[in-house]
Every structure is written in structure tokens, then in C-alpha cells.
């Protein structure tokens, strides 16, 4: 953990105690993702829309799913009909 976060990243985990700052690009993320669940009648905010809010927040998901041969779009529709079935 401390060759990837630094030293001392142990002593600092679980350490965090109210708001989390996030980067605008996952709040945005967040969001999106909320608006798939309320779009799609959730209760709950589901790893499926979590998913479905990163792929509508910009381009580095999307590059990174054609860079090894996958369809955005298509990604995300098999998400939803995978969502929609299982509700």
C-alpha cells in the first residue's frame, strides 16, 4: 500500500471521518449514476449504475473500453437489459 499511496498510507487508512472530497469528474459519475437509478425505479444505487453514470461522465471509460475491442454503447445497453431483467 505505501509503494502505491506513500508512506505512511497504512497509518492514514480508515482514518478519513466526514465528507470524502471527490474530483468534479466523479461527482459528475455520482450523479449520473443517480440518475439511472431513479430512472430505472432503484431503490438503491446498484454497481450497474454506477457503471452506466461512469460511462455517461466522459471519454476516459469509453477510451478505455474501445482501446481493448469493446463497444461503449453496446456496453451499456447490455448493462441496462441486465438491469431491467433483473428488476
Given at each position: 500500500m505505501?509503494?502505491?499511496f506513500?508512506?505512511?498510507a497504512w497509518a492514514r487508512s480508515g482514518a478519513h471521518k466526514g465528507h470524502i472530497p471527490f474530483t468534479s469528474d466523479t461527482?459528475?459519475?455520482?450523479?449520473?449514476s443517480?440518475?439511472?437509478a431513479l430512472a430505472l425505479k432503484s431503490k438503491t444505487i446498484e454497481d450497474?449504475?454506477?457503471l452506466l453514470g461512469v460511462l455517461d461522465a466522459g471519454p476516459t471509460?469509453?477510451?478505455a473500453?474501445?482501446?481493448?475491442?469493446?463497444?461503449?454503447?453496446?456496453?451499456?445497453?447490455?448493462?441496462?437489459d441486465v438491469?431491467?431483467?433483473a428488476s
Open positions: 505505501e509503494r502505491s506513500g508512506k505512511g461527482k459528475k459519475a455520482l450523479e449520473l443517480l440518475g439511472h450497474g449504475h454506477i471509460v469509453k477510451d473500453l474501445s482501446a481493448v475491442g469493446l463497444e461503449p454503447q453496446r456496453v451499456k445497453r447490455r448493462v441496462l438491469m431491467k431483467a
